[in-house]
């Protein structure tokens, strides 16, 4: 269905995405999402240019598709040269893929047993350069982070299954192994605006 060929535009994605994620469970939910984020990355045009509208003091994470009860999320990233996110978690599954530019992704596995809430020993499990039209799939435990270490700016797609701006999540210090707690919002939202 959304693996076939022809032009694939968000509002399609987003509906398709409703579907599987409102009839499956996680493993079924990643496994159907990821032909469609490919579609989606092979449309040209898919996604306006305000998607991507960078900022100048951190990488930019603009809201695109939210259902009204915040079953998931879709947002597009705009890392400009140099730009990182710290190494962070979700706490829900993820699927992200490159629209446009170059990624480097650092995927990193807790070591320790969870049982201390301000502290946690990372493992890096695996580094690569992500390009145009590759798709990441998380779990919900889930830890990387990305680097735009390219010339240009790389811009992305990410579906969570949680509206991931306004929730609690966790960053994690790769030298203390110290535990911190961030929301991340959204460039194009503001706050007070979810409390309507």
């Not at 994620?21 to 989606?40: D, G, H, N």
């Not at 140099?82 to 978690?89: C, E, K, L, N, V």
């Not at 201390?116 to 890096?124: E, M, Q």
Request: proline content about 6%; charged content about 25%.
């Amino acid at each position: 269905m959304a693996a076939s060929g022809g032009p694939y535009s968000l509002a399609q994605f987003a509906r398709h995405a409703e579907v599987i994620i409102r009839s499956a469970r996680e493993s079924e939910i990643l496994r159907q999402l990821k032909p469609a984020m490919e579609r989606l990355l092979r449309t040209r045009g898919s996604l306006p240019p305000e998607a991507f509208t960078p900022r100048k003091d951190r990488f930019a994470n603009t809201l695109l598709h939210r259902p009204k009860d915040g079953t998931f999320s879709i947002t597009a990233g705009n890392w400009q040269p140099g730009q990182t996110t710290p190494i962070h978690d979700h706490l829900t599954w993820a699927v992200v893929g490159v629209y446009d530019g170059q990624e480097r992704e650092s995927i990193f596995r807790r070591t320790d047993d969870g049982s201390d809430p301000k502290r946690a020993t990372l493992r890096l499990v695996s580094e690569r350069i992500n390009a145009k039209g590759h798709v990441t799939v998380l779990g919900h435990r889930g830890i990387h982070r990305i680097d735009n270490v390219s010339s240009r700016p790389s811009h992305s797609v990410h579906v969570y299954g949680r509206d991931i701006g306004t929730m609690e999540r966790h960053s994690y210090d790769p030298v203390t192994g110290e535990i911190g707690k961030f929301v991340s919002g959204y460039c194009n939202v503001l706050r007070d605006e979810d409390e309507d």
